[in-house]
Structures are given as structure tokens and as C-alpha cells.
């Protein structure tokens, strides 16, 4: 098992519609990629830091995929069209990162 981390970058000029992302872009997702591998899908909102200031990224979506194989065959299918869904709900770039599932 793999987790990709997508993570939107939070700031001051930054925009997020979380209604169209949780109604669209995640169904859409799930659509698309659970023929590929994708098993779990975790959305998650930042909020804040323990001293109080504002989060590194307003918000991140946890894929759990059964193999890094799958989520590059779920790129190659449908990349594409799920990357150019993302300017119709926030203006910031996404980082992506692939990590390992230990336990």
C-alpha cells in the first residue's frame, strides 16, 4: 500500500471552494481512480498550528492506493482530466507527496 498526500498550500491570496471539492472533485476521483487502485480517500481540513498561527496548507486529501504501479496506471488514465479540475476549486498549487504505508 502507498499514501499519496496531496496538500494545497494555505495563505493570504489563496481561494478554496471546500463545497465544490467535497460534491465534485472527490467523486469525481473516486470515479475515476478506484478502477486503478485507489482504496481510501481522507479529507482533511488545516485549521492551525499548536502555537496558534495559521496551517502550512488549508487543505489535504490522503489516497490510499494498493500499489505505486496503481496510482501511476490512475495518472496515466485519468491525470489529466483530475489536474484540470483543480483551478475550479482553489488557485493555489497542490504538492504531492508518495509515502510509503508501514502500518
Request: cysteine-free; proline content about 6%.
Amino acid at each position: 500500500m502507498i499514501l499519496v498526500t496531496v496538500m494545497y498550500p494555505a495563505g493570504a491570496e489563496s481561494t478554496f471552494d471546500v463545497d465544490y471539492y467535497l460534491q465534485k472533485h472527490i467523486p469525481l476521483l473516486k470515479e475515476r481512480w478506484s478502477a486503478h487502485g485507489l482504496r481510501h480517500v481522507q479529507v482533511l481540513r488545516g485549521i492551525g498550528k499548536p502555537d496558534g498561527i495559521a496551517p502550512d496548507y488549508q487543505m489535504m486529501a490522503l489516497l490510499t492506493f494498493e500499489s505505486l504501479d496503481a496510482f501511476k496506471a490512475a495518472g496515466k488514465a485519468h491525470g489529466r482530466e483530475i489536474f484540470a479540475d483543480i483551478p475550479h476549486f482553489t488557485n493555489s498549487q497542490p504538492s504531492l507527496q508518495i509515502n510509503d504505508v508501514l502500518q
